[in-house]
Every structure is written in structure tokens, then in C-alpha cells.
T-cell receptor
Framework: DAGVIQSPRHEVTEMGQEVTLRCKPI?????LFWYRQTMMRGLELLIY????????DSGMPEDRFSAKMPNASFSTLKIQPSEPRDSAVYFC??????????????FGEGSRLTVL | AQSVAQPEDQVNVAEGNPLTVKCTYSVSGNPYLFWYVQYPNRGLQFLLK??????LVKGSYGFEAEFNKSQTSFHLKKPSALVSDSALYFC??????????????FGRGTQLTVWP
């Protein structure tokens, strides 16, 4: 399996622009997570999907952030409008949850966002 | 509220010496405990997990961790450190209840540096 695939790996944009980050989870996994990593705040869980349905979006910072999972093989995280404080590395992770599975997460390589 | 703490931001050891990276947890119910490692500019990689059974868990790259219920700890250990072990290490915990299975709570991470 190719693992969790994220794109773009790097994004530099100007304040006010829309940013879309993409994620393809591991085939067969039923849960998908978006995390944000910064030096100041460490790893923060932004949103969590199970079977394509958002379960917990309490970590989404504000209305400028939105996430979708239209099908089992694709998810997006959108920031509109972007601000410099959104600069971070955004990770997508997937997992097979339920039954005897113990919720081990598989992470993508991350999307490094810089908002100027 | 459930949480996990890594009391040390940094751990420095000489190559060939044993290493310990500390983690304590605070959860109600039976915890599932994980260790992940992050190399520079990479996503997090799974190292090992404790679900049930033997308190000493062996994982990848020669690492092991000991679950101590009375001390609510899950310290990561390796008998002989390598320079290539230098990375950021995360402890994480989830409950064993199905509704939250897969929702990992991460510590802030401990930067391990192994000197040659």
C-alpha cells in the first residue's frame, strides 16, 4: 500500500488567499483525522471522520476552516481566508477502527503551509 | 479529562548508553497507549502500543516500553542508543471505548538527541 498521501507537500501563499489541502487515506481504513503541528501548540486534532461522516470538529480553530470527506478515498481541508497564524504543518492520518482493531494511526508526510 | 504528559522537552544521551523517554497518562478506564516517532520533515511513525497483557511491550527499532498501572506511566526505553534514534517522540493515549476508539490524545513530544 502507498500509505496516506497528502498534497501539496509545501504551500506558500499570501494572507487572504484560499488554501486547500488534500488527503488520500489508506484503502480500507474507515477513519480519517486532520492534525495541525506547530512549535507553540504541538499536535492538535482538528477534525475526525468515521465512515466519511464528521464525528468531532471541536478542534477546528474557527469558521475559516472547513473539512470534507466526499468519499472513502479523499478528504480536503480548506482555509478561507488564510492568515499568517495558520502557518503550520498539517497532517492527515487514517485508521481502521472497530472490532478488534486498536486504532493505530497511519500518518501522511504532511503539508507545510506558510502564509505570508 | 483524559490526557498524556511528557515531562521532558529534551533528552540527550550518548551513543551506546541506555535511553528513557518518559510518559504519564491520566484516563478513566483502561488505556490504550502508543509511542510514535517523527523524523525531521516526516510524518509520525508508529513504534509500539500497549493494549493488554504483558506490561513490557517490544516495538520497532529495538525500542520497548513498560506499562506501569500504579504509576500511570508508559516510559519508552532502549538498551543502547544510536545516533539515528535522534528524533521527536510522541506518547499518545486513547480509551478502549468504541465511540472514541481511534481518537488519540498526543503528548507535546520529547526531542531525543543521541550524541556520537
Amino acid at each position: 500500500d502507498a500509505g496516506v498521501i497528502q498534497s501539496p507537500r509545501h504551500e506558500v501563499t499570501e494572507m487572504g488567499q484560499e488554501v486547500t489541502l488534500r488527503c488520500k487515506p489508506i484503502s480500507g481504513h474507515n477513519s480519517l483525522f486532520w492534525y495541525r503541528q506547530t512549535m507553540m501548540r504541538g499536535l492538535e486534532l482538528l477534525i475526525y471522520f468515521n465512515n466519511n461522516v464528521p464525528i468531532d470538529d471541536s478542534g477546528m480553530p474557527e469558521d475559516r476552516f472547513s473539512a470534507k470527506m466526499p468519499n472513502a478515498s479523499f478528504s480536503t481541508l480548506k482555509i478561507q481566508p488564510s492568515e499568517p497564524r495558520d502557518s503550520a504543518v498539517y497532517f492527515c492520518a487514517s485508521s481502521l477502527v472497530g472490532g478488534t482493531n486498536t486504532g493505530e494511526l497511519f500518518f501522511g508526510e504532511g503539508s507545510r503551509l506558510t502564509v505570508l | 479529562a483524559q490526557s498524556v504528559a511528557q515531562p521532558e522537552d529534551q533528552v540527550n544521551v550518548a551513543e551506546g548508553n541506555p535511553l528513557t523517554v518518559k510518559c504519564t497518562y491520566s484516563v478513566s478506564g483502561n488505556p490504550y497507549l502508543f509511542w510514535y516517532v517523527q523524523y525531521p520533515n516526516r510524518g509520525l511513525q508508529f513504534l509500539l502500543k500497549y493494549i493488554t497483557g504483558d506490561n513490557l511491550v517490544k516495538g520497532s527499532y529495538g525500542f520497548e516500553a513498560e506499562f506501569n498501572k500504579s504509576q500511570t506511566s508508559f516510559h519508552l526505553k532502549k538498551p543502547s542508543a544510536l545516533v539515528s534514534d535522534s528524533a521527536l517522540y510522541f506518547c499518545a493515549v486513547i480509551l478502549d471505548r468504541g465511540s472514541t476508539l481511534g481518537r488519540l490524545y498526543f503528548g507535546r513530544g520529547t526531542q531525543l538527541t543521541v550524541w556520537p
